[in-house]
């Protein structure tokens, strides 16, 4: 094929977007609609937890209006990342709403979903041979580490995408995929250039963040073998080529090289031209094919149990004070849970104060030296069960409303809280710990691709 | 003898990925990004210095064509981690941000 059509409906599904632009874009004939589902960004409580930063019914409304317009034109939808983190539960409830639509609206539709939980088994045996790698400074993985993982999830290149589509699927729900496989595995599929496929690609991935006023909203690719036309369907949108350039480098470590599953996007010496108000050509970036097929793993593990609360302090004699008297609350907290239960060591729990006002966000690296007259103290209290994380909040809070600081007159409290109860339990808590790539023998080394008819048909 | 935030257009942080930070400053015109670069003030050296990390560590890219620089470094904490403090890394851009620089 000599060009092929893509619509990206938004930058995450769920987002919502302008019902009129996907139909815009229905009237330029795509081949296909993909979204992205996921991202890592909103951090480890998602892939933690299994739960969706984004809630089921703005999902259930983003894939309705793209199921039903795919279906208009019989053209397959892709969706990657399902449920954010890409966890099997992320796409098994993408398989639900799905599902559910089918029936809703009378669809029989060809369901291709792939997860991305790789087996444990088979990563420990990669450990051994020394294919799973360590990224950048981080350690080598122990088996140990491994085996206590709490989750892991492997990004999928465009490969089991692909052979969802060959064995007919109308829509593809992939686990957790790299943003970009998802747009380039149709195109790839066709037989498209991979320069072009995989850089167009990259840029639609965002959905229209690159058109200007920005706000969540659907973008179109004409990909062809020697270059690629990207266009705004919103008639009161414009589509400036520095903002597609920019675009490189959003969320990036480099704007000019993005490491794929099998290769390597380089866009140093891509060339962008501003066709119409609305429109960009982009050509001269080349996908490096290389010999190793690796996929980046991600992986949480729990830490604990978190509650916390939120003091705030007016008093100037104790903001003068506030070094001292809290490196004095932690000494005491250390004391008085021990006094509880001399078991229990400063390992089993951590306390983290914030000084919102002081130096809250960026901690040590504050440059700003002046005192405010008003600070929040944010407590926030990790220990390695629920019930040790609430009581050992409440012994620091009580601490710190009512412990001497040097010159204090409010002998009757030192903080104000603003609730009650001040406390609040969070839940457990992740961290991510793996920073990590797997090298494959074959693409589809730690992927199955299931396939099941759903809709009336099947009922 | 201008801020940094007085020449740009764009000046955003944010992960790239959950163990890396990254900043990018969008110039407002392509002669103060151009002067920016030959004044030599951006180095490893400054940025590790700034955000405490290892002066091997930070990579420094020049994009001519939009008149842009990114400057990325690992974080100290991961993002989410319980002694991280901005999820989205979205508030790290303030220390480059306020520096004075002489061209």
Same mark, same amino acid.
């Given at each position: ?24 874009? !229905? ?10 589902? #996921? ?28 199921? =039903? ?20 539960? #992320? ?57 206590? !993982?709490?989750?892991?999830?492997? !990004? ?35 037989? /498209? +250039? ?17 058109? $200007? ?20 369907? +919103? ?7 520095? =903002?597609?350039?920019?675009?490189? !480098? ?5 704007? $000019? ?46 830490? #604990? ?22 490196? $004095? ?89 603003? $609730? ?23 693409? /589809? ?15 | 003898?201008?801020?940094? @935030? ?13 163990? &890396? ?11 103060? &990004?151009?002067?920016?670069? @030959? ?21 420094? &890219? ?42």
């Amino acid at each position: 094929m000599d060009e092929i059509r893509a619509v990206s409906t938004s930058g995450i599904l769920g987002y919502g977007f302008p019902e009129e632009s996907l139909q815009r874009c !229905m009237e330029l004939q795509p081949h296909f609609i993909a979204c992205d589902g #996921g991202s890592s960004d909103a951090g480890p409580h998602y892939l933690g937890s299994e739960e969706s930063f984004v809630s089921r019914e703005a999902v259930k409304r983003d894939l309705r209006l793209i199921i =039903n317009a795919a279906r208009k034109h019989d053209i397959p939808v892709i969706v990657g990342s399902a449920g954010g983190s890409g966890c099997n539960k #992320g796409v098994d409830d993408f398989r639900q709403i799905i599902a559910e639509l089918a029936h809703e609206h009378g669809h029989t539709l060809n369901v291709a979903w792939i997860y991305s939980e790789p087996d444990r088994e088979l990563l420990a045996e990669k450990l051994k041979e020394g294919k799973l790698r360590p990224l950048g400074k981080h350690g080598e993985l122990s088996h140990e580490k491994l085996n206590e !993982m709490h989750r892991i999830v492997g !990004m999928m290149g465009p490969d089991p995408i692909i052979e969802a589509l060959e064995n007919g699927a109308d829509i593809v729900i992939a686990g957790r995929a790299t943003d970009a496989s998802v747009f380039a595995a149709y195109p790839l599929w066709k037989g /498209m +250039n991979p320069d072009t496929a995989w850089h167009a690609a990259k840029i639609i991935e965002c959905g229209a963040a690159t058109a $200007f006023p920005k706000s969540h909203d659907c973008i179109m690719a004409k990909i062809r073998h020697d270059h690629f036309v990207l266009e705004t369907p +919103n008639p009161n949108k414009t589509l400036p080529w520095k =903002n597609v350039v920019a675009h490189n !480098m959003y969320e990036n470590i480099s704007p $000019f090289h993005l490491y794929e599953p099998g290769g390597m996007l380089d866009t140093s010496k891509a060339e962008y031209t501003q066709v119409d108000d609305k429109t960009v050509k982009v050509s001269g970036s080349q996908f490096v094919a290389q010999d190793a097929y690796t996929i980046k793993l991600e992986g949480v593990e729990a830490v #604990g149990y978190r509650s916390f609360c939120l003091a705030g302090i007016r008093d100037p004699i104790l903001i003068e004070q506030l070094d001292p008297y809290l490196a $004095f609350i932690e000494t005491e907290l250390a004391k008085k849970i021990a006094a509880i239960d001399p078991d229990i060591t400063p390992e089993d729990y951590s306390l983290t104060v914030r000084r919102y006002g002081i130096d809250g966000v960026l901690g040590p690296l504050e440059f700003v030296e002046a005192r405010p007259h008003e600070v929040a103290l944010l407590i926030d209290l990790v220990a390695d069960t629920p019930a040790r994380s609430k009581a050992f909040l409440a012994a620091a809070r009580t601490l710190v409303l009512h412990s001497h600081f040097e010159g204090r007159l409010t002998t009757s409290g030192n903080v104000a809280f603003p $609730f009650s109860p001040p406390d609040v339990y969070v839940g457990p808590v992740y961290q991510f710990c793996l920073y990590h790539v797997v090298e494959l023998d074959h693409p /589809m080394e730690l992927y199955r691709v299931n396939l099941d008819s759903v809709g009336d048909a099947h009922a | 003898m201008p801020k940094l @935030k007085d020449v740009a257009h764009i000046f955003r942080s944010k992960n790239a990925g959950p163990f &890396y930070i990254t900043i990018d400053i969008i110039f407002h015109e392509d002669a103060s &990004y151009k002067a920016f670069l @030959k004044s030599g003030w951006l180095t490893q050296e400054r940025v590790s210095g700034l955000y405490q990390c290892n002066r091997e560590d930070v990579e420094i &890219y020049p994009y001519d064509l939009v008149g842009a620089i990114k400057i990325s470094f690992p974080r100290r904490e991961a993002s989410g981690n319980v002694g991280d403090s901005d999820l989205f890394g979205a508030q790290q851009h303030v220390p480059l941000l306020e520096q004075w620089v002489e061209w």
